[in-house]
């Protein structure tokens, strides 16, 4: 599940991909941990292996739980999309691409 145009739009719409700028020394860090289960298991990594284990990790996060209920977000979609856009934008810098 790639993320497209239309999530990214929806994502910045939402306020997310703001969020997302706003602390990327903490999603940096959600992201290699789970690039990092995930090689655990998976030695060919693909981006979409890792979505998963990133996707339990924000589930249980207190900030992004927090911002969520605060902008009234509690579609579950948002957990995925979220997830996506992590693994975008840092993939390139997780495989050493």
């Known amino acids: 599940m790639a993320l ?4 990214l739009q929806d994502l910045t719409d939402a306020g997310l991909v703001a969020f997302f700028e706003g602390d990327q020394a903490l999603f940096r860090a959600k992201a290699k941990h789970a690039y ?3 090689r655990g298991f998976i030695k060919e990594i693909r981006p979409d292996d ?3 284990l990133l996707v339990a990790e924000l589930e249980v ?7 969520l209920a605060k902008r009234k977000l509690t ?4 957990y995925q ?3 996506e856009l992590i693994v975008d934008r840092y993939w390139a810098e997780l495989t050493g691409g």
């Open 81 to 83: 999309w979220f997830a």
């Open 50 to 52: 890792m979505v998963s």
């Open 75 to 78: 579609q579950k979609y948002w």
């Open 4 to 7: 497209t145009q239309k999530k």
């Open 61 to 67: 996060a207190p900030e992004f739980r927090a911002y």
């Open 36 to 38: 990092n289960a995930t």
